[in-house]
């Protein structure tokens, strides 16, 4: 059971990126799923999430606008994170996690201590 996260890079300012995390072992469909990221001597901070009921989203200010997330939960089991118009202030290894459903709840999480695996992460940086 694990999750794979990548798809990061070097890019310059302006730049695209799209970001995969796939997870083997498990179904996705029954997992909201985040992503987080980390800058070098920062803490982890959540940048956006999709719940698994009906694909809804969300977003940290800092990106909205600029950040898609979306789910593939065909054979595929993949979750994206489409990232535009990057900013060197984008620059941060980022974690894909995954929180399994339960009875009382399926939605999403802003924390990380709820979600119950996580990526090795990929590291994006974005040069001025």
């Known amino acids: 059971v694990q999750l794979q996260a990548s798809g990061g890079g070097l890019v310059q300012a302006g730049g695209s990126l799209t970001l995969s995390c796939a997870a083997s072992?498990?179904?996705?469909?029954?997992?909201?799923i985040a992503w987080f990221r980390q800058a070098p001597g920062k803490e982890r901070d959540w940048v956006s999430c999709?719940?698994?009921?009906?694909?809804?989203?969300?977003y940290a200010d800092s990106v909205k606008g600029r950040f898609t997330i979306s789910r593939d939960n065909t054979i595929k089991n993949i979750v994206y994170l489409q990232m535009n118009s990057l900013k060197p202030e984008d620059t941060a290894v980022y974690y894909c996690?995954?929180?399994?459903?339960?009875?009382?709840?399926?939605?999403?999480?802003?924390?990380?201590?709820?979600?119950?695996?996580w990526g090795q992460g990929t590291l994006v940086t974005v040069s001025s």
């Open positions: 996690a995954a929180a399994r459903d339960t009875i009382d709840y399926r939605g999403y999480y802003y924390e990380s201590r709820p979600y119950d695996y």
């Open positions: 072992g498990f179904i996705l469909d029954s997992y909201a």
């Open positions: 999709v719940n698994s009921v009906d694909g809804s989203t969300d």
